[in-house]
């Protein structure tokens, strides 16, 4: 049932968002939930409706009802993981090909922040949350800051708190985190390397991402790794981060991924695209972190069939 929570705004989150303030204080529904609450009249701010942009001052008073047992986006689900690096503020996962790395409204289930939403909080967080009833639990949000494609596996840097959250989110918009990838591409590819610059755009009517006179400039480096009869392995590096880039560009390169029927690849039991080298600076210690994943197994039988 829904409740009348309040807060109190101290000195340090002055100048918060109202929207962001409630994320951080009440971790047990999701953010979703939170904005339609927000846009439903449900908050108050000294007893008057604010809208999701306004920015808190010290002794504000913030009160929203709120119904802490309602289905959050990240309900935790144990589900195998591949833990490449965990601290306080980050953990790299090497994703599996096929899983969904945050639900939709079509799969509330299955997905990697379903499964690190348990590995963080344990299989009791949400029934000591519900015996509580206590919004402001100290439950732990995974919050994605890149993303990696279902059918694409490989290393992922998802942060652990909204601070970490806010500084590589900082850092990819500054192009000062680098990502590189491993396919598997039909026809042998004759340049030892390149760039492929071709603009990306959404087909509305066809509801597809791809190359597109008027879509937004998008740009890939490649170079070749290895070539065989009838395929080519390639390390591509997105400049941009496009819908589909990499998958588009091979395929106006005229070497489409292996495994990707959506935009001309031949059948295979998967997509041969791998994220394989992650390289950044640490939100709280400002270190350089690099990560390496090998080629999947299944990609690697291709290579040597």
């Known amino acids: ?30 953010k979703m939930h939170l904005r339609n609450l927000i846009e439903s009249d449900e908050c ?20 929203i009802k709120v119904d802490t047992a309602a289905e959050t986006a990240m309900t935790p689900e144990a589900l195998p ?6 601290d306080d503020e980050i953990i790299v996962v090497d994703k599996v090909s096929e899983m969904l790395v945050h639900p939709t409204l079509g799969q509330k289930n299955g997905a990697l922040l379903n499964a690190l939403s348990y590995y963080l909080n344990g ?5 000591n949350q519900s015996a509580n009833n206590s919004p402001k639990s100290k439950i732990i949000r995974p919050v994605l800051v890149h993303r990696l494609d279902r059918q694409t596996s490989g290393l992922i840097v998802i942060a652990k708190t909204p601070r970490a ?26 340049e030892d390397s ?31 790794l290895q070539r065989l009869p ?14 589909n880039q990499l998958r588009i560009h091979c395929a ?28 950044f600076y640490h939100p709280g210690e400002n270190k350089r972190m690099e990560f390496t994943s090998e080629i999947p197994l299944e990609m690697n039988l291709l290579l040597k069939n």
């Open 81 to 86: 993981l591949k833990i490449v690096y965990d």
């Open 252 to 279: 106006y390169f005229g070497c489409p991924i292996i495994g990707d029927e959506k935009y001309g690849g031949m059948e295979f039991s998967r997509l041969c695209l791998h994220a394989a080298k992650l390289n």
């Open 194 to 224: 390149g760039i492929i610059n071709a603009p990306i755009g959404r087909f509305s009517e066809e509801k597809i991402w791809n190359v597109k006179a008027d879509g937004k400039p998008a740009e890939t480096v490649f170079r070749v």
């Open 230 to 243: 009838g395929k080519t392995l390639l390390e591509l590096e997105p400049i941009t981060g496009r819908t």
């Open 44 to 63: 108050t701010v000294n007893g008057e409706i604010k809208p999701a942009g306004y920015h808190l001052l010290v002794d504000d008073l913030v009160e």
């Open 165 to 190: 959250a806010r500084i590589l989110s900082a850092h990819f918009q500054r192009k000062l985190i680098e990502k590189k990838y491993f396919a598997v591409v039909q026809g042998v590819v004759s």
């Open 1 to 30: 049932m829904p409740e009348n929570v309040q807060f109190k705004v101290d000195e340090t989150i002055k100048r918060n968002r109202l929207d962001k303030f409630l994320f951080e204080q009440i971790t047990s529904v999701s």
């Open 123 to 127: 299989e009791n967080a949400l029934q």
